[in-house]
């Protein structure tokens, strides 16, 4: 198996190719669409080096893997669907995060409730192939309901569940995040052998300085700022939770949200033709 990440340093998110050099069968999971929220313009250059990677090194996708509805940035899976094809997939418990949230957007009428635009909902340690690759999926709900993992050979690509060691791990006071429920999905990483890799959805480093995307189960343990082998889940939920109180929301939580509930589509244009963003007025925070 290869790994090849990629950095978008707009909203600080990793990206990652997993391919099987047995086949040149690969899996994109988390792919970026550029947006301003200032001048609503939306960009495909993230999104371009990546399908340049893929035919570059003559790889043929056989899915694009969502680790979560993100809330910090836009996913460009459709778009790259529309490229290169390749199944979208990402946890049944979206369906949770769609019955929160569309009410609040009023977008049934491009957004199903069901999931349907997505072309697979998996469930929780499900199994299926990159390639010859085996991937197991690994439920981890806390940070959002429908969040999980992506276990391949001694791999595992976590998504925000839970940070590098020195970031800690993702907020849990999203509608439906619980930081007693991502204490215990991160037991199920941290269960894994010592030498599995973790690769991380976000890194936040100081200027000047490389984004860190992998560790190790054995550095989590010992030396995660939040969760560690010396910290207990009360220690735990309690740090998580005064951390996240008062916290401001993501710069793009908003549009992210309902254009990601539609696989990074803007939706049904109005009768001008033009399609829009919503600002729900008074709502969250
Ligand atoms: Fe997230």
Same mark, same amino acid.
């Given at each position: ?108 009428? *491009?957004? !199903?409730?069901? %999931? &349907? ?8 340690? /499900? ?5 010859? #690759? ?68 976000? *890194?936040? !480093?100081?200027? %000047? &300085? ?8 054995? /550095? ?5 700022? #939040? ?59």
């Amino acid at each position: 198996m290869k790994v090849q990440h990629f950095y978008d340093k707009d909203t600080a998110t990793f990206t990652y190719v997993i391919s099987d050099s047995a086949t040149n069968k690969c899996a994109i999971i988390d792919p970026v669409l550029d947006y301003d929220m200032h001048s609503g313009k939306s960009k495909t250059t993230s999104a371009d080096i990546v399908i340049k990677y893929i035919q570059d090194n003559d790889l043929q996708i056989e899915w694009i893997l969502e680790t979560h509805i993100h809330a910090d940035h836009l996913t460009s899976s459709s778009y790259i669907k529309e490229k290169l094809g390749g199944k979208i997939g990402i946890g049944e418990n979206i369906k949770e995060v769609l019955n929160f949230w569309v009410p609040m957007f009023n977008s049934v009428f *491009d957004t !199903p409730l069901d %999931g &349907k635009q997505f072309d697979k909902l998996f469930k929780d340690c /499900e199994k299926f192939n990159i390639g010859n #690759l085996e991937v197991k999926v690994i439920h981890t709900p806390g940070h959002t309901p429908a969040c999980l993992c992506y276990h391949v050979e001694n791999s595992i690509f976590v998504g925000d569940t839970i940070f590098t060691p020195a970031l800690g791990t993702a907020r849990t006071d999203f509608p439906g995040g619980s930081a007693k429920t991502l204490y215990n999905s991160i037991q199920k990483i941290l269960a894994l052998p010592d030498e599995t890799k973790i690769y991380v959805g976000h *890194d936040y !480093p100081a200027e %000047g &300085k490389e984004p860190q995307y992998v560790c190790t189960v054995k /550095e989590q343990k010992e030396s995660n700022i #939040l969760v560690n082998k010396n910290i207990t889940e009360e220690q735990y939920i309690e740090t998580r939770n005064k951390r996240d109180f008062g916290k401001a929301v993501p710069r793009l939580l908003l549009p992210s949200i309902q254009v990601n509930l539609r696989v990074g589509k803007f939706g049904k244009p109005e009768e001008n033709g033009i399609q829009y963003i919503k600002v729900p007025v008074n709502k969250l925070g």
